[in-house]
């Protein structure tokens, strides 16, 4: 490990509390001008030193214990000796880096939700005109921004923190003040670079104060270091985007230096038994058939016998390997006995799923998508579990990517088209694309409903329109009914328009294709699932 790194992990118990008063009211941080991450120990050291120590535990009165039966609290068996050290993987660099190069598992886990996360992309909503979207696609494009957004998610969810320093032409030399975005020229945002935080990236000790920061409780700025640890630029934190591992309680992330944890720390114990037991059964494979030489007196052979002989004899062993080996013929003395024994592998399947079940629930990825397997069982499919990752996928973009997207956005849309419009907005695609016999289903279950309320009179031409637009994030159609359509059709009744209550195209009660109350637009189907 680097000097950098190891005095990087000396202070990791030295880092800034976050300026929370009401929540740690004594405690304090001053920055050492020598080392920005070099900190007095906050106000509540003694307290959390106190926690973290493995001493003995202190004895309670509110849990079950049967000394005589040797079973509960206090008593001596094997349960009770169990032990939960607090290790830290995480601070570990040299592991990570191992463990993510050579380990497809450990590199599956990484890499897969972060995938998962910006394959579909996202949906720009705004009433600006085709080509100006076709512009900030373009732009998007052309500075890499899902790739550097992925890389990031990669080292944050790897090492537990990194960060992405946006590069802005013409900012060099302010990088220390906020990021205005009135000074940003057209085509100046180049995109992000990405840098893990072992690897030059640091957070100081003075913290943002502004309760309307979204920003608030953490680094105020962060040192950019080269390879030989020497400060390069000073950073505003408006002008990094911060990529975390695991959530850590408040001083466990104080340990961290304001980092999270390594999304491999939690599943490590589960990957090492995977690992060996996979090890175990493969070496099995080298023992499925034992064969099996009864000779007379062997043990007095080897016991008594001279170094000239037993050479002979190992000699005349390794032909009868070639001979068998090659050739599948076995030559014994007449008389001699020879047998094989073969191993039976039942039983050592269930063992390998289930702990491949472990790890997978280890990391929230399922078996079919983490190890790249099928269902098992004949009536499995394998929907249930991708639902509900899916699902879980929709909520990590929530939770954690549309943040940074809502301060990346105007910033890409003021450098490719000079101005941030006022409703410029995003949705993000499905993560999982509908089939195309579900999706239409969805789309004429809807429409329909919409029409024949429109055909009843109950709203107008406009109201109508809306609904129609506000299918847009479900089905990605309607996009192009803009609020000028809508803002016409107010007011416009059905009857005003086709004469007698019928629309051009649309079917009535009276079409032999509809129902007997003329809803149905597309036979007798049922609305799909959602």
């Known amino acids: 490990m680097s000097t950098r790194r190891q005095r990087r992990q000396q202070n990791a118990h030295t880092a800034p509390a976050a300026p929370i008063a009401a929540t740690v009211p004594a405690a304090t941080a001053t920055v050492q001008d020598a080392n920005p991450m070099t900190l007095t120990r906050p106000g509540h050291g003694a307290a959390y030193d106190?926690?973290?120590?493995?001493?003995?535990?202190?004895?309670?009165?509110?849990?079950?214990?049967?000394?005589?039966?040797?079973?509960?609290?206090?008593?001596?068996?094997?349960?009770?000796?169990?032990?939960?050290?607090?290790?830290?993987?995480?601070?570990?660099?040299?592991?990570?880096?191992?463990?993510?190069r050579g380990n497809w598992i450990v590199k599956n886990i990484i890499d897969t939700i972060p995938g998962d996360m910006l394959k579909n992309w996202i949906k720009i909503n705004t009433q600006a005109p085709p080509e100006q979207l076709d512009q900030l696609e373009k732009h998007i494009r052309a500075i890499r921004l899902r790739s550097q957004l992925n890389l990031g998610l990669r080292w944050g969810r790897l090492y537990g923190g990194a960060g992405g320093l946006m590069l802005i032409k013409g900012h060099e030399g302010i990088l220390d003040q906020p990021l205005d975005l009135a000074t940003v020229l057209p085509d100046a945002f180049r995109g992000l670079y990405v840098i893990d935080r072992w690897s030059g990236l640091y957070p100081t000790g003075t913290f943002?104060?502004?309760?309307?920061?979204?920003?608030?409780?953490?680094?105020?700025?962060?040192?950019?270091?080269?390879?030989?640890?020497?400060?390069?630029?000073?950073?505003?934190?408006?002008?990094?985007?911060?990529?975390?591992?695991?959530?850590?309680?408040?001083?466990?992330?104080?340990?961290?230096?304001?980092?999270?944890?390594?999304?491999?720390?939690?599943?490590?114990?589960?990957?090492?038994?995977?690992?060996?037991?996979?090890?175990?059964?493969?070496?099995?494979?080298?023992?499925?058939?034992?064969?099996?030489?009864?000779?007379?007196?062997?043990?007095?052979?080897?016991?008594?016998?001279?170094?000239?002989?037993?050479?002979?004899?190992?000699?005349?062993?390794?032909?009868?390997?070639?001979?068998?080996?090659?050739?599948?013929?076995?030559?014994?003395?007449?008389?001699?006995?020879?047998?094989?024994?073969?191993?039976?592998?039942s039983g050592l399947s269930d063992v390998y799923n289930s702990v491949q079940m472990d790890v997978a629930g280890a990391t929230g990825i399922p078996v079919t998508k983490l190890f790249g397997r099928s269902p098992a069982g004949l009536s499995s499919t394998g929907e249930g579990d991708l639902e509900n990752y899916y699902n879980r996928i929709?909520?990590?973009?929530?939770?954690?990517?549309?943040?940074?997207?809502?301060?990346?956005?105007?910033?890409?849309?003021?450098?490719?088209?000079?101005?941030?419009?006022?409703?410029?907005?995003?949705?993000?695609?499905?993560?999982?694309?509908?089939?195309?016999?579900?999706?239409?289903?969805?789309?004429?279950?809807?429409?329909?409903?919409?029409?024949?309320?429109?055909?009843?009179?109950?709203?107008?031409?406009?109201?109508?329109?809306?609904?129609?637009?506000?299918?847009?994030?479900?089905?990605?159609?309607?996009?192009?009914?803009?609020?000028?359509?809508?803002?016409?059709?107010?007011?416009?009744?059905?009857?005003?328009?086709?004469?007698?209550?019928?629309?051009?195209?649309?079917?009535?009660?009276?079409?032999?294709?509809?129902?007997?109350?003329g809803s149905d637009l597309g036979g007798d189907e049922e609305m799909p699932a959602n």
């Open 50 to 100: 106190a926690a973290v120590e493995h001493g003995t535990p202190s004895r309670t009165t509110d849990a079950f214990s049967n000394p005589a039966a040797r079973t509960g609290y206090g008593t001596a068996n094997l349960l009770q000796a169990t032990e939960y050290p607090l290790t830290r993987l995480t601070q570990n660099y040299q592991l990570l880096n191992s463990l993510y």
């Open 394 to 517: 929709e909520q990590v973009q929530e939770d954690s990517l549309r943040p940074k997207l809502d301060r990346l956005l105007p910033l890409v849309a003021v450098s490719a088209w000079g101005e941030i419009p006022d409703d410029l907005d995003f949705i993000f695609n499905p993560v999982r694309s509908p089939k195309i016999e579900d999706m239409s289903k969805i789309v004429r279950f809807k429409v329909n409903a919409i029409v024949q309320t429109f055909k009843e009179g109950l709203v107008d031409q406009g109201t109508a329109q809306k609904e129609l637009r506000e299918l847009v994030e479900q089905t990605g159609m309607f996009s192009n009914v803009t609020d000028a359509l809508i803002e016409d059709g107010l007011g416009k009744w059905v009857w005003q328009l086709g004469g007698g209550g019928e629309l051009p195209g649309l079917p009535t009660p009276s079409d032999p294709d509809a129902g007997d109350d």
């Open 208 to 345: 943002v104060d502004d309760i309307s920061d979204p920003d608030y409780g953490m680094p105020d700025f962060y040192m950019v270091t080269d390879a030989n640890d020497h400060t390069v630029a000073r950073v505003h934190h408006s002008r990094v985007v911060r990529f975390e591992g695991a959530k850590l309680p408040y001083w466990e992330s104080i340990a961290e230096m304001g980092w999270g944890a390594s999304e491999i720390e939690a599943a490590y114990d589960e990957i090492v038994r995977r690992d060996n037991i996979a090890a175990n059964i493969a070496s099995l494979t080298f023992k499925a058939l034992t064969t099996v030489r009864e000779i007379d007196g062997l043990d007095q052979f080897f016991g008594a016998g001279n170094n000239q002989a037993q050479s002979r004899f190992w000699n005349m062993i390794q032909q009868q390997s070639v001979f068998q080996s090659n050739l599948g013929i076995q030559l014994i003395n007449k008389g001699e006995a020879f047998n094989t024994h073969q191993f039976t592998f």
